[in-house]
């Protein structure tokens, strides 16, 4: 039996919304994008975190933006025996955790993003007798994902289910969700400076294979250094031994382990190099910018490098596969590309063809359908 009370007259200003999840920025930020969604609809529709205090979640909201809960869940796949045991006996405990947050919040819907905070807290509104909904950033579907998929009310997906991984009758093609930052960035246009800006980012936590190429490519731009100023995502591992390596070669660098604002930083800069993640694509082609793509490759499915030649063929950016990335590979496409501004604006247009901006509105017109909204 359902704990909720029925929706009756509550209109969409009076919405109770979880988003449960996490543990990268592939999660977190679709999440983000969709609770901000919810927000613009009505400032009365309230909307609630549930992740993991190991995850990015608890970084990226911490000025209060959402409200978060923590449960103490912990992922199972790849982990060893030992890990496998561990993560399963905290099974139960995450989805009495869960449990009552769902009861406190008494939510209209719980969204389940991905991660492995997802499991428990939508499974628990499952039972619960809560409408529950999933959203899948990339081509090849996660553990979770797949398991929640079999009860899920509604399946959000950013590619098509070529392999019928869900029921189809669910599945809601979407799109990936974009922050609202990266919409209104979208929408101005840049100012034309004197300066190359070169944003570097291997994701939330930093890739250190990206920093060794970087680090090894300094020694090489003595003839467009004047002109470059970089932008360096580390991670907290590697800042100070690339910050070092940037004073080293008396290069214009800001070296931060983390970036607050993303979509201010992108629209800054003229050219990316990062890992293909689905988020950062979605994020890349709302803004229309040029990139380097350097898939990570061991994700499953090898989908960061097909992800990255979608936009390859397209005309919208480069792809150096890790297996051949070296200072030198590196250097020599950053400079084709600052010698040839011709170029960058055409991939910049070729990239913006790809956006998709109306994902989390879509995503949200069909949560209202579906509570009857």
């Not at 995450?94 to 939510?107: A, C, E």
């Amino acid at each position: 039996m359902a704990l909720l009370k029925p929706l009756m007259n509550e209109t969409e200003g009076d919405l109770r919304v979880i988003l449960a999840g996490g543990g990268t920025g592939g999660h977190v930020f679709p999440a983000l994008a969709i609770a901000e969604e919810f927000v613009r609809r009505s400032k009365k529709n309230k909307v609630m975190f549930v992740g993991t205090k190991r995850g990015l979640e608890r970084r990226v909201l911490h000025n209060g933006a959402f409200p978060i809960r923590f449960i103490d869940i912990e992922g199972i796949r790849g982990k060893g025996f030992a890990g496998l045991l561990r993560g399963a006996l905290k099974i139960p405990g995450s989805m009495f955790q869960s449990r009552g947050i769902i009861r406190d919040f008494d939510p209209h819907i719980v969204i389940g993003v991905g991660g492995y905070a997802s499991g428990p807290a939508v499974f628990a509104a499952h039972l619960m007798g809560v409408k529950t909904a999933i959203a899948e950033q990339n081509a090849l579907p996660g553990f979770t994902n797949r398991i929640l998929g079999r009860f899920a009310k509604r399946i959000f997906l950013t590619f098509p289910d070529v392999s019928r991984v869900f029921p189809e009758k669910k599945v809601v093609v979407a799109g990936n969700p974009v922050r609202n930052g990266f919409i209104t960035e979208g929408e101005k246009k840049k100012e034309k400076t004197d300066t190359f800006t070169l944003l570097i980012f291997g994701g939330s936590q930093g890739a250190s294979a990206i920093n060794r190429a970087v680090m090894e490519a300094l020694q090489y731009m003595e003839g467009i250094k004047d002109g470059l100023k970089i932008i360096h995502q580390t991670g907290e591992r590697d800042l100070e031994k690339v910050a070092n390596v940037y004073r080293e070669h008396h290069l214009d660098a800001e070296v931060l382990p983390f970036i607050d604002d993303m979509a201010k930083a992108c629209k800054e800069a003229d050219l990316l190099i990062c890992r293909a993640g689905a988020t950062s694509i979605a994020e890349i082609t709302a803004l229309g910018k040029a990139a380097i793509f350097i898939p990570f490759p061991f994700a499953t499915g090898n989908h960061q490098e097909l992800n990255a030649k979608t936009l390859v063929d397209a005309g919208a950016a480069e792809m150096i596969v890790e297996d051949e990335l070296s200072g030198r590979a590196l250097f020599e496409t950053i400079e084709e590309l600052y010698r040839n501004p011709g170029r960058i604006e055409t991939m910049e247009k070729m990239s913006k063809s790809l956006g998709n901006i109306k994902a989390a509105s879509n995503i949200v017109d069909e949560c209202l359908t579906l509570i009857g909204q």
